[in-house]
């Protein structure tokens, strides 16, 4: 299996099927095997339902089905359930387009990057449509993870992320907060998640790449990013609170996936 897609996905009933369409098909004219894995994270509305009607025609898409854990919880669980050499997680509502899966390609297997990273920030990178108080509330976020956790990342939080297969087994399988022990939650969490993964990716001594994207805004009525944004600089204190207590030092990889 060349590539697994990896797609979070909490209520989005009203765009899954086009997000479904246009991955597989421009994954088909791309690459000769792939699976795009949406990973419903407890939805109640009709998301499972929609994803599971367009896979009957269409076997390249599976479901899996998690409890209400957030986003960090449904994108670990697709990684660590995906087959391919390579894999790319994005957001179910595309804002990055899929065909910038070629250019995060090219510097994994052309330049031996384990981990290319979307971003948002820099030259060549533009948002579309942002409101300029999310743009400042993300800047200012990005500050205090850069001066907590992962100095230089100019964007952590951008959906958009490649990894190899075998970086990907080996950063995931280690993560303590948003690993196999992750909680239930209420309500729309996205959490720091991209925060553990890299803060991991850099201790383990994988090559980070940072790639520029152009990010299209979509509006959410999920998402309360003044709550979201505060329990996020708590996941990124604890993320430094377990290192300094030496708990990523003796993590072990995991091989337990959820049922």
């Known amino acids: 299996m060349n590539y697994s897609i990896v797609v979070p996905a909490y209520n989005e009933e009203d765009k899954i099927t086009s997000t479904l369409t246009q ?5 088909r004219n791309f690459t000769e095997s792939f699976e795009v894995l949406i990973v419903n994270d407890g939805s109640p509305d009709n998301t499972a339902s929609k994803v599971l009607e367009y896979s009957k025609d269409n076997p390249e898409v599976v479901l ?3 409890p209400h854990k957030g986003k960090g ?9 995906a087959r391919g050499e390579l894999i790319y997680m994005a957001d179910a509502d595309l804002s990055a387009p899929i065909e910038d899966i070629k250019k995060f390609s090219n510097w994994a297997l052309e330049h031996d990057f384990d981990v290319v990273i979307g971003s ?5 990178a533009k948002r ?3 409101p300029f108080y999310r743009h400042v509330m993300g ?19 951008c959906g958009f992320k ?12 280690r993560m303590l907060i948003y690993g196999v022990n992750t909680k239930d939650v209420k309500g729309t969490y996205f959490g720091a998640w991209d925060v553990e993964v890299l803060y991991l990716a850099r201790k383990l001594g994988y090559k980070i790449k940072q790639i520029p994207v152009t990010w299209v805004y979509v509006k959410s009525k999920k998402f309360n990013p003044i709550s979201n944004s505060v329990k ?10 377990n290192d300094i207590r030496g708990k990523y030092k003796t993590a072990n990889p995991t091989s337990i996936l959820p049922e």
Request: hydrophobic fraction near 55%.
């Open 128 to 130: 579309v449509g942002e």
């Open 232 to 241: 996020m600089a708590l996941d990124v204190l604890k993320i430094r609170l």
């Open 64 to 66: 899996i089905d998690n």
């Open 73 to 81: 919880y449904a994108v670990w669980t697709g990684v660590m359930k």
């Open 139 to 157: 800047r200012v976020f990005n500050i205090f993870v850069q001066i907590m956790a992962l100095p230089g990342i100019n964007d952590s939080q």
């Open 120 to 124: 948002r920030e820099g030259i060549g």
């Open 162 to 173: 490649l990894f190899t297969k075998k970086a990907a087994k080996d950063i995931f399988g």
């Open 23 to 27: 991955i597989v098909n421009f994954m």
